[in-house]
């Protein structure tokens, strides 16, 4: 007899779905797979069957394959399934084949999930599963979130039959003569996670023959200290990060006072991709030169005086564009310059506006980044100063040093370091009779 009941009260302890949502089943057609599909049908879910098919075993993925297909048939269930050239994948990636499979699956069930109209996506990950999991998340380095192993939902992810070990899921299978397919591989030790469960795990269920139960209340007891450290790290970030226009910035005294220090800029700085090395090395650094730069894959991290200050990685050089008397807008790297014109003389102090004497511009005009040797005479000054000290005296971050545009005059002749001074010999006089008017807008 199948476990309806006990089925029915997971997935309402653990909150999984809802009534009236629709579940994709993730079914491979061995024993797990094929036993949560038969569990959902009992209870009455609205779901579809999805099957990959990795061509890594040849006739057997094909035999996976049609038999997956004739059971979604004799149960009337929608039935997709797609086709990996998994290898191909993994060397285009330079990542194994077992990570390879891993990321194609999940990023098909989701296109299904999708486009199918399906709410979550069920795997029939179990108890040993979990327990594999912690294990190999320790050996290779984990923090909080890897002593958790498998949860029960992560986003549309939601693993049903975690309420079950491998023991009780043979028997059922068993029991209840539920036809499945033997995947050949899970008898290699080839891969890390069948040495744990063939050679690891067998050892420690002789050390405690209730290995299952006692890493499922383990990993609920690190998922509810996840919790706890993620509230409190958000209290934290609400506290410290301050949101500017150009970037977040960190107080560095504020980072000196953290305890524990590693563990919370850790988790601070995650969300910006910032790995454990890293973050050690911006704690060794807190004393270091202005301008010390660190970085993620998708974000920098500046020592900026007193300030980390955190921003999005992007080209400090981007490309010249050209200004013509017709141009309304144009867009520079993360800004936009819209420029217009009036025969109305007037002036606003807005460091994001140059109003300036129509009558001297030079078409085209250069809109570029900043070049070694800029000079220009600030508004109201009469002398050239070279534009890295003017960044200096007035405390410009590195970061928007390199991201600043430059307008620069057809004759070579800067006429505004835009968003901060433009050029005195560009102001507005009483001669004036065209003026025209550039405005700095962040996108």
Known sequence: MLPVQPFQDFIEQQQLFVQGNRILLAVSGGKDSVLMLHLFKAIGVDVGVAHCNFNLRACEAQRDESFVALLAKNLGLPFYVTHFDTKKYAAENKISTQMAARDLRYQWFEKIRLSEQYDYIALAQHQNDAVETVLINLTRGTGISGLHGILPKRDRLIRPLLFLNRQQIEELVTDNNIDFVEDSSNASTHYTRNKIRLQVVPHLQEINPNLEKTFAENIARFAEL??????????????????????????????????????????????????????????????????????????????????????????????????????????????????????????????????????????????????????????????????????????????????????????????????????????????????????????
């Open 226 to 443: 996840e919790t706890l450290l993620n509230v409190q790290v958000q209290k934290l970030a609400d506290k410290i990060l301050n949101k500017r226009i150009d970037g977040i910035y960190i107080p560095l005294a504020e980072i000196t006072r953290l305890k524990p220090q590693k563990l919370l800029l850790y988790e601070l700085l995650k969300p910006f991709g910032f790995g454990e090395n890293v973050i050690q090395e911006i704690l060794d650094s807190l004393k270091a030169l202005s301008g010390t730069h660190f970085f993620s894959s998708t974000h920098q991290a500046i020592i900026n005086r007193n300030d980390l200050v955190i921003v999005e990685k992007s080209a400090s050089v981007n490309a010249n564009q050209f200004i013509h008397p017709a141009t309304e807008g144009i867009v520079f790297g993360d800004h936009e310059i819209v420029l217009k014109f009036t025969e109305e003389i007037k002036f606003e102090s807005n460091p994001n506006k140059a109003y300036i004497n129509a009558g001297k511009l030079i078409f085209p005009l250069v809109l570029r980044n900043w070049q070694n040797g800029d000079k220009f005479i600030p508004l109201g000054m009469r002398s050239l100063k070279k534009v890295s000290d003017y960044f200096i005296d007035e405390k410009v971050p590195l970061h928007l040093k390199n991201t600043t545009p430059i307008l620069v005059n057809g004759n070579g002749e800067i006429v505004w370091i835009a968003g901060m001074r433009q050029d005195n010999r560009y102001k507005l006089t009483t001669a004036t009779k065209k003026v025209a008017i550039f405005e700095l807008k962040i996108k």
